[in-house]
């Protein structure tokens, strides 16, 4: 039996800190800048190498995944989210690519039970560019997802899958990276099956599940994170 510990957006917070368990597979969803809170960029700097010092303390026991907040920092990319660090993104695009070889990617399965990215998998988008993969499984879909992601970063970029007046990420076509909750369990790859998505990226003040979507993102309300066992 293994143990998960899932950990909300981080965006500067130390409070992983004192979330994570070693005797359990940690895995973070993502969005390890652009703070809400006013943490300097020294603070945000240190927290984010905290993090993969603890990654290489533990390299089986720390799943580092993506967001939206990360992917913006990335060679090649030319999105701004808001909060977007002007000043700094060089000194964070430098961080990201230095410790690249310790993530994951946007997408981690536990078993064939849940899928983790930082906000959910639609059918919208699965349909859109990974039309070929026909087995739909967590773990399927996350070695898909992230040989995508390692070959081309557009299909997860916010502009190439907006359509209409959509500021927000509500289209269903949206990305692994971007997708808000609604469309999301409107529109879940895994409707009507017993796979649960664990997704970020949209604030909740506790943990909750809707419709089959568990929703992490809560560590500027409480200091909690989402456990499971598996099998």
Not at 22 to 28: G, L, M, P
Not at 84 to 97: E, P, V, Y
Request: proline share 4%; net charge negative.
């Amino acid at each position: 039996m293994s143990k998960y510990n899932i950990i909300g957006d981080i965006h500067g917070r130390d409070s992983w800190r004192r979330l994570v368990d070693e005797n359990c597979i940690n895995v973070f969803v993502g969005d390890y800048f652009d703070p809400y809170e006013d943490i300097h960029f020294m603070d945000l700097q240190y927290n984010f190498m905290e993090i993969i010092e603890f990654k290489k303390k533990h390299p089986d026991n720390v799943v580092l995944l993506y967001g939206n907040h990360d992917f913006e920092y990335l060679p090649g990319v030319f999105e701004k989210s808001n909060r977007f660090d002007g000043l700094n993104a060089q000194t964070i695009s430098w961080l990201l690519m230095k410790t690249i070889d310790l993530f994951e990617g946007v997408a981690y399965a536990i078993g064939e039970d849940y899928l983790v990215t930082h906000a959910g998998v639609t059918s919208d988008w699965k349909n859109t560019y990974l039309p070929h993969v026909a087995d739909i499984k967590p773990s399927s879909m996350a070695a898909a997802i992230n040989d995508l992601w390692r070959k081309d970063k557009t299909p997860f970029s916010f502009g190439a899958n907006c359509y209409g007046n959509d500021f927000c990420g509500e289209d269903p076509h949206h990305s692994p990276i971007w997708v808000r909750p609604e469309s999301l369990c409107l529109h879940n790859l895994y409707k009507g099956t017993s796979v649960k998505q664990i997704v970020g990226h949209t604030k909740v003040k506790e943990i909750a599940e809707v419709a089959g979507v568990v929703l992490v993102d809560c560590l500027d309300t409480v200091e909690r994170s989402y456990k499971v066992e598996w099998p």
